[in-house]
């Protein structure tokens, strides 16, 4: 028979073994637990709930186990940390803190089998938790507070610069982490909180003071420094879920509320940073700023404005120059060539090719790159900038290696995409490339000209380039058709021309417009032409020949009497000049009825013929320009130190024509792209119209917007589009 345990003789076996745990927990003298000792006290326990009822005291232990950490926490604990403060308060706590974990670990094991079945069954609190609720509700609660003023004030002293005891911190935060009782609800209610305002309080101090303390990149170290010792706070002591709190802290006080006072800073903010290339600093500020949500936009926005300064300044010099000298486009592109290198360093390097940087440069060099200097265009400086690189291999003075000239020529093609006329560029670009074919006696038509053509196609589709590249062909067959035609007079000895004669045939629709007229030519010139036509038909039956005589080039054999002179001249002043082989005094009114040429084409032969530098013909009466009353003789006294000269015609400024053409192809390219549009959506409001038009061609140029109304007009009155009867402002395509 077993025998039955009462409760009270039982329970003053737990006792004993109870006495002697807290008496080994403050320190008394006392020998550790044996192992008879612990299987005593459990034999105890157990028997003690495995009784049938009446005598199954399970509740009562585990009612009497929740009272031994009362009368614990009351009677000892709470006594102990009476009248402690500060560190003092801190160590205490952490203590009894570690003590009643101990408690907890050795009394669960003494009356384990409650624990195991009796509250499993009941659903209660385990005997753990009731340990730590015990402590939570009689302690925790009763010191909290204090508590975290300690812990407050201890982070503030460590913030300052003082030594602290980081492990004692640590135990005691932990204490307000484990009362949560697998939650972060104290720990962030008690102290947390706390500590964030705290936080607030301190760095928002600190901001006002340093801000007007230190330059800009002694306060980025400064914020840098602070950022980094919170994050290591929350390593050593913090919980890690308020690194970010305490962290996104630190950036709003230090960075975003004086984003703006410390990037203006005067001397030593971000423009100063850029102007001195502080490269170390700028990386600093992207560091700091790159982590905060819209941080990085005032950084982007001065580092545009910087950027933009930089640019109108080229600009402004640009200008002052062509107002006393002309535009000199070697020394403009080449000055933004090198600005945009630098700060594209400064995108990759120090801001680690952000996509807001790229954008920032973008926009920066898109507002001074379509700007006009004087009355050129930035499209047409460009083109003017590339041709002369083409066609002498040179900046100014300095004479380029190819590799040099082709690196020069790729930044040329990169700047393009900040200026919106992209078309105009193309057409001043072709109309270059033209006279470097025609006139250029380099071999222009060879690899530097191509490259820049794989360049721009690569860039901007074949729609780009294909006429250029079709000029680019026409010239390598007229190469080959040139020596064919030797081949042929040399056959044909009877057919021989009596000079050298050599014709470029061009396809139309690849070349710019040229001027053509019916001159009476000499009838040498006239032999020579009909030779070649002969030639040609034999094989192009079905083509027909333009000629442009405003292109040709002649080498003419001028006798004077000190001396011969050749003179390359072009095939009208050719004209011109031959007729004085017949007739020794010519009118003006004579020279324009035997050439069948308009009074203004012959006003600008005679010009350069009699006016200019080299005066071939004598003028009556002498004048710097030419009436219809002149006369005009063969100045046989002429003469000139060089055997051969050149003598130009006045300039002529094509600017405007082609303005005006590529005005006009624009005005077929909105009516192609609204078309289009309209096509594929059938009905669109007119300001989703005029937007998408918009988005479809600024690839190439800006469409103004009233251009693109009277386009639309145009449309409805050629029956593309209606309006719709109910809503005017809505466009229907007609089919």
């Given at each position: 028979?077993?025998?039955?345990?009462e409760?009270?003789?039982?329970?003053?076996?737990?006792?004993?073994?109870?006495?002697?745990?807290?008496?080994?927990?403050e320190?008394?003298?006392?020998?550790?637990?044996?192992?008879?000792?612990?299987?005593?006290?459990?034999?105890?326990?157990?028997?003690?709930?495995?009784?049938?009822?009446?005598?199954?005291?399970?509740q009562?232990?585990?009612?009497?186990?929740?009272?031994?950490?009362?009368?614990?926490?009351?009677?000892?604990?709470?006594?102990?940390?009476?009248?402690?403060?500060?560190?003092?308060?801190?160590?205490?706590?952490?203590?009894?803190w570690?003590?009643?974990?101990?408690?907890?670990?050795?009394?669960?094991r003494?009356?384990?089998?409650?624990?195991?079945?009796?509250?499993?069954?009941?659903?209660?609190?385990s005997?753990?938790?009731?340990?730590?609720i015990?402590?939570?509700?009689?302690?925790?609660?009763?010191?909290?507070?204090?508590?975290?003023d300690?812990?407050?004030?201890?982070?503030?002293?460590?913030?300052?610069?003082?030594?602290i005891?980081?492990?004692?911190?640590?135990?005691?935060?932990?204490?307000?982490?484990?009362?949560?009782?697998?939650?972060?609800e104290k720990?962030e209610?008690?102290?947390?909180?706390?500590?964030?305002?705290?936080?607030?309080?301190?760095?928002?101090?600190?901001?006002?003071?340093?801000?007007?303390?230190?330059?800009?990149?002694?306060?980025?170290?400064?914020?840098?420094?602070?950022?980094?010792?919170?994050?290591e706070?929350?390593?050593y002591?913090?919980?890690?879920?308020?690194?970010?709190?305490l962290?996104?802290?630190?950036?709003?006080?230090?960075?975003?509320?004086?984003?703006?006072?410390?990037?203006?800073?005067?001397?030593?903010?971000?423009?100063?940073?850029?102007?001195?290339?502080?490269?170390?600093?700028?990386?600093?500020?992207?560091?700091?700023?790159?982590?905060i949500?819209?941080?990085?936009?005032?950084?982007?926005?001065?580092?545009?404005?910087?950027?933009?300064?930089?640019?109108?300044?080229?600009?402004?010099?640009?200008?002052?120059?062509?107002?006393?000298?002309g535009?000199?486009?070697?020394?403009?592109?080449?000055?933004i060539?090198?600005?945009?290198?630098?700060?594209m360093?400064?995108?990759?390097?120090?801001?680690?090719?952000?996509?807001?940087?790229?954008?920032?440069?973008?926009?920066?060099?898109?507002?001074?790159?379509n700007?006009?200097?004087?009355?050129?265009s930035?499209?047409?400086?460009?083109?003017a900038f590339?041709?002369?690189?083409?066609?002498?291999?040179?900046l100014?003075?300095?004479?380029?290696?190819?590799?040099?000239?082709?690196k020069?020529l790729?930044?040329?093609?990169q700047?393009?995409?900040?200026?919106?006329?992209?078309d105009?560029?193309?057409?001043?670009y072709?109309?270059?490339?033209?006279?470097?074919?025609?006139?250029?006696?380099?071999?222009?038509?060879?690899?530097?000209?191509?490259?820049?053509?794989?360049?721009?196609?690569?860039?901007?589709?074949?729609q780009?380039?294909?006429?250029?590249?079709?000029?680019?062909?026409?010239?390598?067959l007229?190469k080959e058709?040139?020596?064919?035609?030797?081949?042929?007079?040399?056959?044909?000895?009877?057919?021989?021309?009596?000079?050298?004669?050599t014709?470029?045939?061009?396809?139309?629709?690849f070349?710019?417009?040229?001027?053509?007229?019916?001159?009476?030519l000499?009838?040498?010139?006239v032999?020579?032409?009909?030779?070649?036509?002969?030639?040609?038909?034999?094989?192009?039956?079905?083509?027909?020949?333009?000629?442009?005589?405003?292109?040709?080039?002649?080498?003419?054999n001028?006798?004077?009497?000190?001396?011969?002179?050749?003179?390359?001249?072009?095939?009208?002043q050719?004209?011109?000049?031959?007729?004085?082989?017949?007739?020794?005094r010519?009118?003006?009114?004579?020279?324009?009825?035997?050439?069948?040429?308009?009074?203004?084409d012959?006003?600008?032969?005679?010009?350069?013929?009699?006016?200019?530098?080299?005066?071939i013909?004598?003028?009556?009466?002498?004048?710097?320009?030419?009436?219809?009353?002149?006369?005009?003789?063969?100045?046989?006294?002429f003469?000139?130190?060089?055997?051969?000269?050149?003598?130009?015609?006045?300039?002529?400024?094509?600017?405007?024509?082609?303005?005006?053409d590529?005005?006009?192809?624009?005005?077929?390219?909105?009516?192609a792209?609204l078309?289009?549009i309209?096509?594929?959506?059938?009905?669109?409001?007119?300001?989703?119209?005029?937007?998408?038009?918009?988005?479809?061609?600024?690839?190439m140029?800006k469409?103004d917007?009233?251009?693109?109304?009277?386009?639309?007009?145009?449309?409805?009155?050629?029956?593309?589009?209606?309006?719709?009867?109910?809503?005017?402002?809505?466009?229907?395509?007609?089919?």
């Open positions: 028979m077993v025998e039955i345990i409760l009270e003789q039982g329970w003053s076996v737990m006792q004993v073994g109870v006495r002697k745990l807290t008496r080994i927990l320190g008394e003298p006392e020998s550790p637990f044996e192992a008879e000792a612990y299987m005593r006290l459990y034999t105890t326990s157990y028997n003690m709930c495995i009784q049938k009822p009446p005598n199954d005291y399970s009562d232990l585990y009612d009497r186990y929740r009272k031994v950490f009362e009368d614990y926490s009351k009677q000892t604990v709470l006594p102990a940390l009476k009248g402690k403060h500060d560190e003092y308060m801190l160590k205490e706590f952490a203590l009894r570690a003590n009643n974990k101990v408690m907890v670990r050795w009394l669960s003494f009356f384990c089998y409650i624990d195991r079945y009796y509250v499993a069954r009941r659903s209660l609190s005997l753990t938790d009731v340990g730590l015990c402590f939570r509700d009689l302690v925790y609660t009763e010191l909290q507070s204090s508590a975290k300690s812990v407050l004030a201890l982070i503030h002293k460590e913030r300052e610069g003082e030594q005891d980081r492990a004692l911190l640590k135990n005691v935060i932990d204490i307000y982490v484990q009362n949560g009782m697998q939650t972060m720990y209610a008690d102290l947390e909180k706390f500590l964030l305002q705290d936080s607030t309080s301190y760095y928002s101090r600190k901001a006002s003071s340093w801000i007007q303390e230190y330059s800009c990149p002694e306060y980025m170290v400064k914020a840098e420094e602070c950022l980094k010792k919170e994050k706070r929350v390593a002591y913090l919980h890690a879920s308020t690194e970010p709190k962290v996104a802290i630190v950036q709003a006080e230090l960075l975003v509320a004086v984003a703006k006072q410390l990037l203006e800073k005067e001397h030593s903010g971000c423009s100063a940073l850029l102007r001195d290339d502080k490269m170390d600093d700028l990386s600093r500020m992207y560091r700091l700023y790159e982590p949500p819209k941080g990085l936009e005032p950084v982007a926005d001065a580092f545009k404005n910087h950027i933009t300064a930089e640019g109108n300044a080229l600009i402004k010099q640009a200008e002052d120059a062509a107002a006393s000298g535009v000199q486009e070697q020394v403009l592109f080449r000055s060539i090198e600005l945009h290198d630098k700060y360093v400064y995108v990759k390097e120090c801001f680690l090719r952000h996509s807001l940087f790229f954008k920032a440069l973008k926009e920066a060099f898109e507002i001074f790159c700007k006009k200097v004087g009355a050129s930035s499209a047409e400086l460009l083109a590339c041709d002369n690189l083409l066609r002498k291999g040179s100014g003075a300095e004479k380029l290696s190819e590799d040099a000239v082709d020069m790729e930044n040329a093609v700047l393009l995409a900040y200026i919106c006329d992209k105009l560029f193309a057409e001043f072709r109309k270059k490339l033209a006279r470097r074919l025609l006139f250029d006696r380099k071999d222009n038509e060879g690899q530097p000209e191509k490259n820049v053509l794989a360049k721009l196609k690569e860039v901007y589709g074949l780009f380039t294909s006429k250029m590249e079709g000029m680019l062909t026409d010239m390598t007229s058709l040139k020596d064919n035609f030797g081949t042929h007079l040399i056959k044909h000895t009877l057919r021989q021309v009596g000079y050298d004669f014709v470029t045939v061009l396809t139309t629709g070349w710019p417009s040229y001027k053509t007229s019916d001159i009476n000499p009838s040498e010139m032999n020579g032409i009909e030779t070649f036509k002969a030639f040609y038909d034999e094989d192009h039956k079905h083509r027909r020949l333009m000629w442009i005589y405003s292109l040709g080039t002649c080498h003419v001028g006798r004077f009497d000190s001396k011969p002179v050749e003179l390359v001249v072009s095939t009208y050719t004209a011109v000049l031959l007729l004085f082989n017949n007739s020794d010519l009118t003006f009114q004579e020279i324009v009825e035997q050439l069948n040429l308009s009074p203004e012959v006003t600008r032969l005679l010009l350069s013929l009699s006016c200019a530098k080299y005066k013909l004598k003028k009556e009466p002498v004048s710097k320009t030419i009436s219809k009353d002149d006369s005009f003789e063969f100045n046989s006294k003469t000139d130190k060089m055997r051969r000269i050149k003598i130009p015609l006045p300039p002529v400024d094509e600017r405007k024509k082609i303005v005006e590529v005005d006009k192809d624009r005005r077929y390219a909105i009516d792209a078309v289009r309209m096509k594929s959506r059938k009905v669109l409001p007119h300001q989703q119209l005029v937007s998408e038009c918009v988005e479809l061609l600024s690839k140029f469409p917007i009233k251009m693109i109304k009277k386009r639309i007009e145009d449309l409805i009155t050629r029956d593309y589009l209606m309006r719709d009867s109910d809503n005017p402002n809505t466009f229907k395509y007609i089919a």
